[in-house]
């Protein structure tokens, strides 16, 4: 109820199933680098769950938005937005990525090479990398002891 009242009406039931897999997700989410996969038919509450489990959580919901002419490198922007709200600016951001995002075999490659290196060839060149780390190099070692 507070979700509808701060952001938008749902009109979702609150079934037994649908406690359940909200369950799963906040354990889910409360782990370490913790992610999901859901499997299931369209209209099944997917993304209403995830949308519920990141509010619990404070968590940003981010997602690609397709178009027309959506290529890999809009794909590869998108994933980088995520990135970079998580890895440099810190804040608590969950990427959801449904089935029909992933039209080309290079968006499957891009989420591979995510979620098994922690990051995706091209996705920052040499000089925006090291702009990039710059300020979280010296946040660290400021915070390290000599």
Do not use: W
């Amino acid at each position: 109820m507070r979700y509808e009242r701060e952001f938008k009406a749902l009109g979702m039931l609150l079934f037994p199933e649908i406690v359940a897999r909200l369950a799963r997700l906040d354990r889910v989410l409360s782990a370490p680098g913790g992610s999901a996969l859901l499997i299931g038919r369209p209209g099944v509450g997917r993304r209403t769950c995830v949308t519920l489990a990141c509010y619990m959580h404070d968590m940003e919901v981010l997602t690609p938005r397709m178009g027309r002419d959506y290529r890999a490198r809009h794909f590869l922007a998108d994933i980088k937005q995520a990135v970079l709200a998580a890895g440099v600016e810190g804040r608590a951001v969950a990427l959801y990525l449904e089935d029909f995002q992933l039209a080309d075999p290079a968006f499957l490659e891009i989420v591979n090479s995510l979620l098994s290196s922690g990051e995706a060839p091209g996705m920052f060149t040499p000089q925006e990398l090291e702009g990039l780390l710059a300020p979280l190099k010296e946040e660290f070692s400021a915070q390290v002891p000599p």
